[in-house]
């Protein structure tokens, strides 16, 4: 039990793209979904929260804007990097938490993100 | 200063050496303490959560937390080449929702 899943696992983009990245929880229900960035030689740094049907609370230093978080519902968020430039290339990884156990998250595999 | 701080290694050690991985922290409320396990490319993999004071034992993993000293550890007994990894300590606050990760150390086991 308690899987999550990411899509796509890797994706290269050309600077000024969007790029949609999934996280789904395959066999629970995640109430909340929280979503990372990872660079090489690096520990996993929190970009936002996301509770199923309301908005997203970004960390400190992250732009709002720039990394939108949908999460539409108890099993799917969205992270949208817009307008992606080089320096956005890094591994991304979203966890989930369900209702059942609050102090535990689960992660997915991560999405690797280049910018070209 | 971090709130949590691990020494990043690399640890190299021979196949079937006791390895200990370690981790400071500054926040005296934490209460929730976790090990993860990350191979490269991977997402992190929960290896072990543990509660306030005490030791935790699954198969060759133990999880030890001192919150008198502010110090966790894991403990691999048997360490076998497919531990090879980067191991993440994190930990939480009692109501919070952030996980506060350390750096992750770096454990190769050669064979």
């Known amino acids: 039990g308690a899987v999550v899943s990411q899509h796509p696992s890797w994706v290269i983009c050309k600077s000024g793209t969007s790029v949609k990245i999934e996280c789904r929880s395959l066999?629970?229900?995640?109430?909340?979904m929280f979503w990372y960035r990872q660079f090489p030689k690096q520990s996993l740094m929190l970009m936002a929260t996301?509770?199923?049907?309301?908005?997203?609370?970004?960390e400190q230093g992250v732009e709002k804007d720039k990394f939108l978080i949908n999460h539409a519902s108890l099993t799917l968020s969205t992270l949208t990097v817009t307008s992606a430039h080089p320096e956005d290339s890094s591994f991304y990884i979203c966890?989930?938490?369900?209702?059942?156990?609050?102090?535990?998250?689960?992660f997915g595999p991560g999405t690797r993100l280049t910018v070209l | 200063q971090k709130e949590v701080e691990q020494d990043p290694g690399p640890l190299s050690v021979p196949e079937g050496a006791i390895v200990s991985l370690n981790c400071t922290y500054s926040?005296?409320?934490?209460?929730?303490f976790m090990w993860y396990r990350q191979y490269s490319r991977k997402g992190p993999e929960l290896l072990m959560y543990?509660?306030?004071?005490g030791n935790k034992e699954d198969g060759r993993f133990t999880a030890q937390v001192d919150k008198s000293s502010k110090y966790i550890s894991l403990f691999i007994r048997d360490s076998q080449p497919s531990d090879s990894a980067t191991y993440l300590c994190?930990?939480?606050?009692?109501?919070?929702?952030?996980?506060?990760f350390g750096a992750g150390t770096i454990l190769r086991v050669k064979s």
């Open positions: 966890s989930a938490r369900s209702w059942r156990s609050f102090n535990e998250q689960f």
């Open positions: 066999d629970f229900q995640a109430t909340t």
């Open positions: 996301s509770n199923e049907g309301s908005k997203a609370t970004y």
């Open positions: 926040n005296s409320a934490f209460q929730y």
């Open positions: 543990t509660y306030s004071s």
């Open positions: 994190a930990m939480k606050t009692e109501y919070g929702n952030k996980l506060v």
